[in-house]
């Protein structure tokens, strides 16, 4: 679970199978947009996060859901991602989301 202030942002899971990383981002609620919007920018090389995770990234597929974003990580060839650097990447893309309008 990551919070944001007091409130709850999103849910995640990381799974690796062989070299490539499958995330699923559950939970999103009124933050799915900003955090698809954010997770785009990685994709497109942007990428904000306090690790050098980005640096090992061949490929990444997004899939938006209906309460959920999926994400399928394929690494540069001869690397291998570390999910607890990937995980501090979420902690810090889905914490600098501004409130959903939602939110109170």
């Not at 499958?22 to 990685?42: D, H, N, P, R, Y």
């Not at 859901?65 to 991602?81: A, H, Q, S």
Request: charged residues 30%; contains cysteine.
């Amino acid at each position: 679970m990551v919070v944001h202030g007091d409130r709850e942002v999103a849910r995640y899971r990381i799974h690796e199978d062989k070299s490539t990383v499958l995330i699923e981002v559950a939970e999103v609620g009124g933050s799915k947009e900003q955090l698809f919007e954010a997770l785009g920018e990685c994709q497109s090389g942007q990428c904000s996060c306090p690790t050098n995770e980005y640096d090992k990234l061949e490929s990444m597929e997004l899939e938006p859901g209906e309460d959920l974003i999926r994400m399928r990580l394929e690494p540069k060839p001869g690397t291998k991602f570390d999910t607890s650097q990937i995980a501090a990447c979420l902690d810090y893309t889905t914490a600098t989301l501004p409130p959903a309008k939602n939110d109170p």
